[in-house]
Every structure is written in C-alpha cells, then in structure tokens.
C-alpha cells in the first residue's frame, strides 16, 4: 500500500522560531495538500498544491505559512514564526488519480512553547 | 450554517452491537463522499468512498448516501474494539474537501 511519508512526526519549537514540516508523497500523484488538527477539533483545509504552485488556500494560509517541492519529490510546509496557537498535528495528503479520497500522512504533531 | 455537520459522540457501544454513524451537509455541489477513521494521534485512514447516491458495502461496514436528503451514514456490523477510534466523514466539492468534526466511537468488549 503507498505511503505518504512525514518527518518530524514531533517537533516542539519556541514562540517566533520558523519552521519546516517534511512530506514525501505518493509518487506519480498530482495534487498534494496540507491540513491541520488541532487537537480535539476538526481537519482544517490549508493549501493544495498542484502542477508546482498553490491552486487554493485557506484563510488559515496566511502569510507566515508558504509551502514548497524543493526537489519534485518532498513537499514543505513552511511556518515563518509561530505562534502558539500553531500547536496542531499538520497532514500532508495527496489526491490519488481519478480523485478517490485523500491518502494521508501519519502527520507531525507541533508544539509551540 | 456549517458545510458538514457530525454528531461529535462520544457513541460507546457493546462488543458486536451494528454501529450507525451519520453526516448531513448543505451544499448540493458535493458529489463524492467519504469516512475515514482516525485513531488517536494519527493520520486519517479512507475507509469508504461512494460517489452519487446509494450505497456501497465492503466486509463488516456499509456507507450509504442520499443526496435527497443530504444525508450519509456508515454502518458498521459486529463491532469490534479494535474500532474504537474517531469517525470523519468528508465530501468533496470540485477538488475540495470538506470533513466533518467526527464521531468519537468506543467500543466496550
């Protein structure tokens, strides 16, 4: 069964540092998103990400958050400088072809102190 | 008005009890609809995937559709403890998702 790999799965960082959760997708799949979870809450769309460049983002996506495929094969979810309330597990998903249902990563679980 | 709405639970349940677990949404643009489990800090896992109305059964668990009604559910016969985990529902609109806050599900041996 193809996985959709993250690293960290854990990364603690203090208030204002940046940054960089790791995704590497299923290979030869086309879309790839990024979604939060707070905890106790639901899975909230961030970004999807298509042909290289952003196709759609949230309100949540706002400019301390970028996301890059520095190499065609990881895919980056950038946060310029934290915040506390950026504590959530972050899912990257890719859209398999013929659109059937998201595969997602095991996720990185984010702690902002 | 919320674009998916979910029961939160928590739903606690006897070993081999049938589990029905439910969503109903607004918008008439979704097409595509899905459950996922989520067992505690984890990824979600696709479960189900139906597309248009009617249902679709796979072993132990049965998602069912009606966009008459904006209504899904899954169904789950001879629940096991091993399915105490947290059930999304989502849907899909265009190559948007939309999940529902899922059903905490606690089955007791």
């Known amino acids: 069964e193809p996985e959709v790999t993250q690293t960290p799965s854990h990364q603690v960082t203090q208030m204002g540092q940046e940054v960089i959760l790791r995704c590497v997708p299923i290979s030869n799949h086309l879309y790839f998103y990024w979604y939060r979870q707070i905890l106790g809450q639901k899975v909230e769309f961030l970004v999807s990400?298509?042909?290289?460049?952003?196709?759609?983002k949230s309100e949540i996506f706002d400019d301390q958050f970028s996301v890059e495929r520095p190499d065609g094969s990881n895919f980056t979810l950038k946060i310029r400088s934290t915040k506390l309330e950026d504590s959530a597990m972050y899912f990257c998903a890719n859209l398999g072809q013929g659109g059937k249902g998201y595969t997602f990563g095991s996720g990185t679980r984010l702690t902002v102190v | 008005q919320k674009e998916v709405e979910q029961d939160p639970g928590p739903l606690s349940v006897p070993e081999g009890a049938i589990v029905s677990l439910n969503c109903t949404y607004s918008?008439?643009?979704?097409?595509?609809f899905m459950w996922y489990r989520q067992y505690s800090r984890k990824g979600p896992e696709l479960l189900m995937y139906?597309?248009?109305?009617g249902n679709k059964e796979d072993g132990r668990f049965t998602a069912q559709v009606d966009k008459s009604s904006k209504y899904i559910s899954l169904f789950i016969r001879d629940s096991q403890p091993s399915d105490s985990a947290t059930y999304l529902c989502?849907?899909?609109?265009?190559?948007?998702?939309?999940f529902g806050s899922g059903t905490k599900l606690n089955v007791k041996p």
């Open positions: 918008n008439s643009a979704f097409q595509y």
């Open positions: 990400f298509y042909n290289n460049e952003i196709s759609e």
């Open positions: 139906t597309y248009s109305s």
């Open positions: 989502a849907m899909r609109a265009f190559n948007k998702f939309y």
